[in-house]
């Protein structure tokens, strides 16, 4: 009896620590979207941890804009120059594809859950406020 008492303890905290690890790979996946805007207006935002395909299209101007394994990148676009497509493949902070002919931005938002603590308690933006 004792015994597996024992052994079922022991099975509870081998998963409860399973558990605990698969939730924090996954906080760290969900994090980073990505903002498409078209012609200075904002088009949309996505999730970098879902693959994804994203069809913009404006009269003639047509992007296809690809999601996966966590990066983004032009997959297709009708534009003269291509260089879209050349830029590669963007998922970090900074990160941008530019299709100038179609004046469309690719940028990576980091998730800033982090920080959204912080701002939410009034004393923390407090000193922002009354000094500019
Ligand atoms: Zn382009």
Excluded at 38 to 62: A, H, M, N
């Amino acid at each position: 009896m004792k015994k597996k008492d024992l052994i079922l303890g022991a099975g509870i905290i081998v998963i409860a620590l399973a558990m605990l690890l698969v939730m924090q790979l996954t906080r760290g996946e969900e994090g980073n979207q990505i903002r498409v805007t078209l012609d200075g207006k904002i088009y949309g935002t996505y999730s970098l941890s879902k693959d994804q395909t994203i069809e913009v299209k404006d009269g003639d101007f047509y992007n296809r804009i690809r999601i996966e394994d966590g990066k983004a990148y032009m997959e297709e676009a009708n534009c003269p120059d291509g260089y879209c497509e050349e830029q590669g493949k963007i998922s970090g902070h900074t990160q941008t594809i530019v299709c100038l002919p179609h004046k469309l931005v690719v940028e990576v938002l980091e998730n800033e859950n982090d920080q959204s603590f912080g701002t939410s308690d009034p004393e923390d933006v407090a000193p922002d406020t009354i000094a500019k």
